[in-house]
Nanobody, 124 residues
């Protein structure tokens, strides 16, 4: 049974920082794990992804501001978010999948079959 549980969301002023955590079960596939977000009225978008070799990929909108990392020993995926902007306000979710690729299709969620419930980030 695969479980993904996010935490660390909250409200912050523009320019501030937050670190999101995603606790994943040992059964979670690790080929590619990612962070996604969805704001009201918007489609879900990929924010960052990390493959099992440690290669990171980012959406253009967050490059230089967000950083994804993973601690396999702790079973946790992280998203460090700096220089936050009001446009970053959204529900953030982590995801994993047996057929997910961090090279192709990750930003639209292709291949990600396991999703957490999300954690809200509000930037004012």
């Amino acid at each position: 049974h695969v479980q993904l549980v996010e935490s660390g969301g909250g409200s912050v002023e523009a320019g501030g920082s937050l670190e999101l955590s995603c606790s994943f079960s040992k059964t979670a596939p690790s080929i590619c794990m990612g962070w996604f977000r969805q704001a009201p009225g918007n489609e879900r978008e990929g924010v960052a992804a990390r493959d099992r070799l440690g290669t990171n990929t980012y959406a253009d909108s967050v490059k230089g501001r967000f950083s994804i990392s993973r601690d396999n020993a702790k079973g946790t995926l992280y998203l460090q978010m700096d220089s936050l902007e009001p446009e970053d306000t959204a529900m953030y979710s982590c995801a994993a999948g047996h057929y997910a690729s961090c090279d192709v299709g990750w930003s639209i969620g292709t291949g990600f079959e396991y999703w957490g419930r999300g954690t809200q980030v509000t930037v004012s």
